[in-house]
């Protein structure tokens, strides 16, 4: 059984910075990727920032520039440092990690982190 377990999320003021953090464990042969992606009221849930086995990484254009993903291979952990937060960065984030394990190539969502931006 993989497990996602996230982190770092709360309640910031516009132009604030906040650090989110995403720890997989299991039975994990290999990871093929893994990223954030968040969902405000009402809305899709859509792609924040990815982040593949190679290292290559992918943004929203909304977010281009403020966030940034990064990931640390020997804790199979993966981070979202965003800056200069925004009213409209306001959403649960969730994590996703593609994984190869037995059966082939799977995928898990953490549970989800509020990020709140306000004054």
């Known amino acids: 059984q993989v497990q996602l377990v996230e982190s770092g999320g709360g309640l910031v003021q516009p132009g604030g910075s906040l650090r989110l953090s995403c720890a997989a464990s299991g039975s994990i042969f290999s990871i093929y990727g893994m990223g954030w992606y968040r969902q405000a009221p009402g809305k899709q849930r859509e792609l924040v920032a990815s982040?593949?086995?190679?290292?290559?990484?992918r943004y929203a254009e909304s977010v281009k520039g403020r966030f940034t993903i990064s990931r640390e291979n020997a804790k199979n952990t993966v981070y979202l440092q965003m800056n200069s937060l925004k009213p409209e960065d306001t959403a649960v984030y969730y994590c996703n990690l593609v994984y190869i394990a037995i059966g082939g190539q799977h995928e898990n969502w953490g549970q989800g982190t509020q990020v709140t931006v306000s004054s």
């Open positions: 982040i593949a086995s190679g290292g290559s990484t």
